[in-house]
């Protein structure tokens, strides 16, 4: 069995090369492609290969919400456990071989949020019309990070401006301090900016400041009203990419009906019965499976995974992400992989 603790997963992602980024991509983008294939109701049952019960939640004396979520593809079989804390996320992905042998352990924290921005990045990489000179970050916890983290990795020479927008000043602060510095050492032709809502009269117009220069939006926030309406985006009419990852119950909602529906009626998803599900968004704009484009059939339909697509004249590309276990389990064995070859971590027999 190995081992992965938080400080070695941190160190494999953020010694990623751009070809490992887009061997990760591929790799996620092939597990998609085979859930959405299985999805469909024509697929034979028995036929199955994959297979993600409903995860398990439950609320602790504490508050804390225990969070168990399964996953095997008959290769693997991986659980990964966090408790959703206030003081953050914690926990393990556990992944067992074919026999039932614990093949790996490795800290989910990091792992949870790199997979997410990764999922973005699926499509983010296929939308080569939009241009990404500015890119506006929404929230500033992992997945807010590492989605700024991978747009650089793979966008070096076109990113010329990050801007992090928050509604408390103390979580930028700390950010200023432990993310930022590095990234302008490693990218010194970016500007990094930061605007937080705490303490800030002209907010509203900083904010509309923002979002006007704004090419890409990263919204990672799990907020209960939009953080922007489309009207805000109309004052400087051009087409964006803009991904929401925080909302993931049904009173949470990231954007409003109008941006959400600004892709001329494409929704791009990572599971269409997931998100409608859970997705505040798309319950309040009363979409259905017929309104969604899964990822999965996209990048399974005959065309490289990073095959540009066709974005209509005046649309926005508007992604909606709330995650799945096959992500964790995926990014986790190849995390493992990477790990080994690095040397880091630790191994113990016999598991």
Known sequence: MHVLSEPDVSKIFRGLTQDQCHSFIKALGDALISISKE????????????HQPLRT??????????????????VSTGIKVVTVASSGIQGVINVFNPEGRLQGLLAAAEVT??????????????VTTIRKEHVLVLGSGRQAEWHARLALLLYPEQ???????NRGAKRLAEMERDVFSELRASYPSVSFVTLAKEGVDDYPQKLGGELAAA???FSCTPSLEPNFGFA??????KQRFISLI?????PMHEIDTETLLSGGGRVYVDSKSACLEEAGELITAGLGEGDLIEMGDLLGAGRNVEEAIDVPVGCNVVYKCVGMGLMDLVVGKKVLEVGGEMGLGIHVDGF
């Open 39 to 50: 999805s469909k109701p024509s697929f034979p049952a028995s036929d199955k290969q994959i």
């Open 57 to 74: 939640v439950f609320t602790t004396n504490k508050n804390n919400s225990c969070i168990f979520m399964p996953i095997s593809d008959t």
């Open 113 to 126: 949020a790199f997979r997410t921005a990764l999922a973005t990045m699926t499509l983010l990489v296929r």
């Open 159 to 165: 990113i010329r401006r990050v801007s992090f927008v």
């Open 215 to 217: 090419d890409v939006i």
């Open 232 to 237: 805000e985006l109309q004052k400087a009419p």
């Open 246 to 250: 925080g909302s993931y119950k049904p």
